[in-house]
T-cell receptor
């Protein structure tokens, strides 16, 4: 089974603190994604990566950056958190072209609360 | 910006009934569409994919695609309480690399 592991399940931070969310997949997938999920707003794409050191902005990249130094690892960085970044963050990966398979494998999520 | 619209619900049906979930999308060039199911407190999982106009059946689930009208639907026959979840439609976006964008989801409640 594909496993996507998010290192932190629950975090509580204060405004202005730096947050580093890490995601690791064990299936040699090329494509990895970061989404955030909020009630009434659904899943929104923050960033994605289709190869090591390659990244693309999603629909809501402001306030976030990403890093992909190794194929299996995709990190989401919040340099200076704000309360509007309180959310559930979901990492996902897919092997090959998502247009063909559509099967994203999601991690269990990281719930971030910014006070 | 490509968009996908779903009625957030909640949609309530009795056990054994047919549940109908709908999704409209803005990008006429979209070629593939996906339905995900998300149980409360869990992550989304793919349940259906559809690529051509018409119906695609998988057990109690039928996905329907109408590209001319730009909508995709999911029918769940003989609904069970275990079908109670949020259903999200998704389709590919972005030309450089690929990603999926998701609708906001429709919450389905099946009462026994």
């Amino acid at each position: 089974d594909v496993k996507v592991t998010q290192s932190s399940r629950y975090l509580v931070k204060r405004t202005g603190e730096k947050v580093f969310l890490e995601c690791v997949q064990d299936m040699d997938h090329e494509n990895m994604f970061w989404y955030r999920q909020d009630p009434g707003l659904g899943l929104r794409l923050i960033y994605f990566s289709y190869d090591v050191k390659m990244k693309e902005k999603g629909d809501i990249p402001e306030g976030y950056s990403v890093s992909r130094e190794k194929k299996e690892r995709f990190s989401l960085i919040l340099e200076s958190t704000s309360t509007n970044q309180t959310s559930m963050y979901l990492c996902a990966s897919v092997g090959g072209d998502a247009r063909n398979t559509g099967e994203l494998f999601f991690g269990e999520g990281s719930r971030l609360t910014v006070l | 910006q490509k968009e996908v619209e779903q009625n957030s619900g909640p949609l309530s049906v009795p056990e054994g009934a047919i549940a109908s979930l709908n999704c409209t999308y803005s990008d006429r060039g979209s070629q593939s569409f996906f339905w995900y199911r998300q149980y409360s407190g869990k992550s989304p999982e793919l349940i259906m994919s559809i690529y051509s106009n018409g119906d695609k059946e998988d057990g109690r689930f039928t996905a329907q695609l109408n590209k001319a009208s730009q909508y995709v639907s999911l029918l769940i026959r003989d609904s069970q309480p275990s079908d109670s979840a949020t259903y999200l439609c998704a389709f590919p976006t972005h030309q450089a690399g690929t990603a999926l964008i998701f609708g906001k989801g429709t919450t389905l409640s099946v009462s026994s």
